[in-house]
Nanobody, 126 residues
Framework: VQLQASGGGLVQAGDSLRLSCVISGRTFNPYAMAWFRQALGQEREFVAVITWYGMDTTYGDSVKGRFTISTDNAKSTVFLLMNSLKPEDTAVYYC????????????????????WGQGTQVTVSS
């Protein structure tokens, strides 16, 4: 399975940005698809997850109400719409896919994911 993230860039505080993650090479349907982010010098942080069955979503506290995760009809592309961006949102954003069954708490952990994209840089200036 290959994941290719894109859509990052340099924006100003308050702007919006939409990230995309194209997923190819699947043999089996995943249980969940997610976005994480990693700021310089910090650990990788959970951002959002969407489940394959039911399309349920959950978000990290720092992005709740501002970010929206979604997929296309074929579920081969995962999007992250980011509104009201803040300088603290600056990070490399990674998409990931899980082939494991679990609950939402499980999917907030990096260890739940089997495949990762290469990351796309988002920089928000003040």
């Amino acid at each position: 399975v290959q994941l290719q993230a894109s859509g990052g860039g340099l924006v100003q505080a308050g702007d919006s940005l939409r990230l995309s993650c194209v997923i190819s090479g699947r043999t089996f349907n995943p249980y969940a698809m997610a976005w994480f982010r990693q700021a310089l010098g910090q650990e990788r942080e959970f951002v959002a997850v969407i489940t394959w069955y039911g399309m349920d979503t959950t978000y990290g506290d720092s992005v709740k109400g501002r970010f929206t995760i979604s997929t296309d009809n074929a579920k081969s592309t995962v999007f992250l719409l980011m509104n009201s961006l803040k300088p603290e949102d600056t990070a490399v954003y990674y998409c990931a896919e899980s082939q494991r069954a679990g609950d939402f708490y499980y999917y907030t952990s990096r260890s739940a994911y089997d495949y990762w994209g290469q990351g796309t840089q988002v920089t928000v200036s003040s």
